[in-house]
């Protein structure tokens, strides 16, 4: 047995971690991911979390920051594998950044973050958003 899912992902309480003290922030409080699809088959104790189509998660646009050239949007590709306990997916900075499948801009990225699955009816008509908190 195995979870398969597709939807999109709400990412909240993003920040700019790099570069430091440039006084970069993410624009407007949520990022919305583009259709996204979620799978346990051949991940072992974890989820792949990848695109639909195409490799673009989502566009992210950079603000304030004191060097002109960062305020840009720039491309969120790749895809992350999250490992479960429960219903609880987490992903680590370190690990996502080591795993290399991430790329913000063209650069390799990391993500820390714990979503909450929840299922939806069988029917399909009811639907239940993934919530995502980011540090």
């Keep these: 047995m ?3 899912s597709e939807g999109s992902v709400d990412f909240t ?5 790099t570069p430091a ?9 949520t990022i ?9 088959e051949g991940q072992g104790h974890g989820v792949m979390v990848k695109p639909v189509e195409g490799t673009t998660i989502t566009n992210i646009k950079i ?8 305020n840009n949007t720039f491309p969120l590709t790749g895809s992350v594998k999250a490992q479960g306990n429960g219903a ?7 690990q996502v ?6 790329k913000f801009g063209g650069n390799k990225a ?3 973050c714990a979503m909450t699955v929840r299922a939806h009816s069988n029917a399909g008509e009811e639907t239940h958003p993934v919530s995502v908190t980011t540090t």
């Design 32 to 40: 919305k991911t583009f259709q996204m699809t979620t799978t346990s």
């Design 13 to 17: 309480g993003c920040v700019v971690k």
């Design 88 to 94: 609880t997916l987490t992903t680590t900075e370190a």
């Design 110 to 112: 990391g993500l820390e």
């Design 63 to 70: 603000e304030g920051c004191s060097i002109a050239a960062l």
């Design 21 to 29: 003290e440039k006084g970069c922030k993410v624009s407007g409080e």
């Design 97 to 102: 950044t080591t795993d290399n499948t991430l």
């Design 2 to 4: 195995y979870l398969h």
